[in-house]
Structures are given as C-alpha cells and as structure tokens.
C-alpha cells in the first residue's frame, strides 16, 4: 500500500511539474488540455478507489449527484490526505460519515433570529 501511494505521489508531483511548466510557456491547444483533464480525473478515480471501500465510494458518488460541491471538497480532501500519506488504510462508509460530519461541522452557519420588538408590538387597548 505505501509502495503505492508512493508512486501515485512521485507521478502526481510529476504531472504538476509538468502542467505548470507549460502555463508558462506557450499556450496549449484545447485537445492537450482535455487529455490533461481526462488524465486527471483518471488519476483522481484511481486514488479515490484505493483509498475508498466499495460501500464508501458508492456514498460519495450518491453525494455527487446531491450536492456536487461537497462531494468535489470531500474528494479534494481525501486525495490531499492520500497523497501526504494520512490515509493508511481504505476508509469504510462509517469512516467517511465522520469525515462528511467533521467537514459540515466545520462549514455549517449559524442561524440568528432577530425579533424587532418596536413592529411586532400591537397596542390592543385600540380594540376594545
């Protein structure tokens, strides 16, 4: 496993290398830069199957289709936890309900109600 996310590293370190030392050059054509985005998201798929159990991966992908935002933070999470070597072992689906957990934690806002006391104040003396 750590054999493997060794050479998933040193590949990833080396498709960045290469991506930006071609921004900066000249510009590329709209075919290379899908062939880099195919790459990617192959890439992308790949660490995520290592490091997700079939029951975990299939619970992000219903994610996906819920709230696509959260499913693309949660992935981008995971693949920084897999490439700096936190991942270990594949995460289950209970695992990655914690995760999921952590990270709404972290993002939920809080709801403030304010009562204007002056508009909600009724004089009923005027009815009787």
């Known amino acids: ?3 493997e996310l060794d050479s998933l590293r040193a590949k990833r370190l080396a498709e960045l290398q290469q991506k930006h030392g071609r921004q900066g050059g000249a510009p590329g054509g709209g075919e290379d830069q899908q062939k880099r985005a195919a790459q990617e998201e192959e890439m992308k798929n790949n660490i995520l199957s290592q490091v997700l159990t079939q029951s975990a991966r299939a619970r992000l992908n219903t994610i996906a289709i819920a709230k696509p935002e959260k499913a693309k933070s949660v992935e ?8 700096s070597g936190q991942i270990q072992q594949k995460l289950d689906e209970d695992q990655l309900k914690s995760l999921l ?5 972290q993002t939920t806002k809080q709801t403030t109600v304010k009562f204007d006391r002056k508009r909600a104040h009724m004089d009923f003396d005027d009815d009787f």
């Open 1 to 3: 496993m750590d054999e």
């Open 76 to 83: 981008h999470i995971l693949l920084n936890m897999a490439t």
């Open 101 to 105: 957990e952590q990270i709404s934690s």
